[in-house]
C-alpha cells in the first residue's frame, strides 16, 4: 500500500475516477439510499480546493491496487479567531478496517498540527457509521457536542399550519421580509454579515472554541466556491422598521442533489426574539421551496441536540432526525502520547 500527499496540479484523470469511486462508497455508508456522486462533481470538488485561499488544505490517500482504501483531509484556517484549532477527515474503506490504516495517518495529523501551531483537533462521526465512534473513544477524544441531521419530508409538511405562521408574521407591522441571493449584493453583503454574527449565540456545549469572525472577504471566497459548483443560496431575512436586520434563515440548493435542499442556518437577535419572526421565516421559506423547487423530496437541517427553541420549530414542520452525530475535540499532546504508546512515533 503506497500513501501519497494529493497535489491538484499534478493528478491524472484515473486518480479523480478513484477518488470518486471512494468518496461514493463513504457516502453510501454515511448517507445510505442517497445516489452516489458524479465525476463531474468530484471533479470541480477538487479543482476548487485552491479557491478556498483563508485556509491550508492538504489531502492524502492511501492507494492499494490502483484503488484509494483510505483518506485524510487536514483543515487550518487561516483567521484572527480560533487559532488553536485543526480540523480533521478520516476515513477507512469498510473492506480495508481493522488493518492500521487510520493509524498510520495519525502521525501526519500531529505533524500538521505542529507545523501550523494548532493545539486542539476536531472532527465528527456519525451514528451510521459506528467504526468512526469507537477509533475517538479509543484515541482517548472528548465527545464535545453532539447534534442531529433532521430531515423533512416535504410531502408531509402541514401546509396550513405554515399558511397559519405567515399570516401571523405578515400582522405584525414592525418587520417585513426580504431576500438575498448569491453573491450577496454589494449595498447589503456588511449587514447581513453583521445579522450572521447572531450565529455565535447557538450552543457550543462543551467546544473550546471561540466566536466565529465573517468577513466580506470570506464571504466572497465562499460564494466563488459555490458558483463553481452551480449552488444557489437563499438568505430570507427580516428588517425591522427601524432599517436594522433582524432575523435570517438561509437554504443551500445543489443541483447534484436537486431532490434536496439543505437548511442551513436559522437566527434572530435576541432583541427581537419572542415575535415569531423564526418561524415566520422558516415558514416563509419553506413556500418559496414548494414553489420554485418542485423536484425537492427532503429539507435537511443541523441541530445541537441542546438547542431546544430551534428543535421545537423543527418538530412542529415535520423534521425528524436522519442521523446522529458527535464533535469529537482531541489535544494535540493526548495524541502525541497515544502514539507514543503505540511506537507510532
Known amino acids: 500500500m503506497e500513501k501519497l500527499l494529493f497535489d491538484i496540479k499534478t493528478v491524472s484523470p484515473d486518480k479523480v475516477k478513484a477518488i470518486n469511486a471512494f468518496s461514493n462508497v463513504m457516502r453510501s455508508e454515511s448517507q445510505p439510499g442517497e445516489p452516489p456522486r458524479s465525476l463531474h462533481a468530484t471533479e470541480t470538488d477538487l479543482k476548487s480546493y485552491e479557491l478556498l485561499e483563508h485556509y491550508h488544505l492538504a489531502r ?48 501526519i495529523v500531529l505533524e500538521t498540527a505542529y507545523k501550523h501551531d494548532r493545539s486542539l483537533l476536531l472532527f465528527v462521526t456519525n451514528s451510521t457509521v459506528p467504526a468512526g465512534e469507537q477509533a475517538a473513544q479509543k484515541l482517548g477524544a472528548e465527545a464535545a457536542l453532539a447534534t442531529h441531521t433532521n430531515q423533512l419530508v416535504l410531502k408531509d409538511l402541514d401546509k396550513n399550519l405554515m399558511g397559519h405562521w ?99 442556518d436559522t437566527g434572530v437577535l435576541p432583541k427581537y426574539r419572542g415575535h415569531g419572526l423564526g418561524k415566520w421565516l422558516k415558514a416563509s421559506m419553506a413556500e418559496k421551496i414548494l414553489t420554485e423547487r418542485p423536484g425537492v ?49
Request: proline fraction near 4%; aromatic fraction near 10%; charge should be negative.
Open 60 to 107: 492524502w490517500h492511501i492507494w492499494h491496487d490502483g484503488e484509494i482504501v483510505a483518506h485524510l483531509i487536514t483543515q487550518v484556517e487561516i483567521a484572527e479567531s480560533n487559532q488553536h484549532l485543526m480540523y480533521i477527515v478520516l476515513g477507512v474503506h469498510p473492506d480495508y478496517r481493522r488493518q492500521g490504516l487510520a493509524s498510520s495517518f495519525l502521525p
Open 166 to 264: 405567515i399570516k401571523e408574521g405578515r400582522k405584525n407591522r414592525d418587520y417585513g421580509l426580504e431576500l438575498f441571493t448569491n453573491p450577496l449584493p454589494e449595498a447589503h453583503i456588511d449587514e447581513i454579515i453583521t445579522l450572521m454574527d447572531v450565529m455565535n449565540t447557538a450552543p457550543k456545549d462543551d467546544l473550546d472554541v471561540e466566536d466565529q469572525q465573517l468577513s466580506k472577504e470570506k464571504v466572497r471566497v465562499f460564494e466563488k466556491y459555490l458558483e463553481a459548483h452551480e449552488v444557489q443560496q437563499w438568505y430570507l431575512c427580516a428588517r425591522h422598521a427601524s432599517g436594522e436586520l433582524a432575523g435570517f434563515t438561509e437554504v443551500i440548493w445543489d443541483p447534484e442533489e436537486a431532490h434536496i435542499v439543505f437548511q442551513g
Open 297 to 345: 423530496v427532503y429539507i435537511r437541517t443541523g441541530n445541537a441536540d441542546s438547542n431546544a427553541p430551534m428543535l421545537a420549530i423543527n418538530e412542529k414542520m415535520g423534521f425528524k432526525p436522519y442521523r446522529s452525530e458527535t464533535t469529537w475535540q482531541l489535544d494535540r499532546e493526548k495524541l502525541k502520547a497515544y502514539l507514543n504508546e503505540k511506537g507510532l512515533l
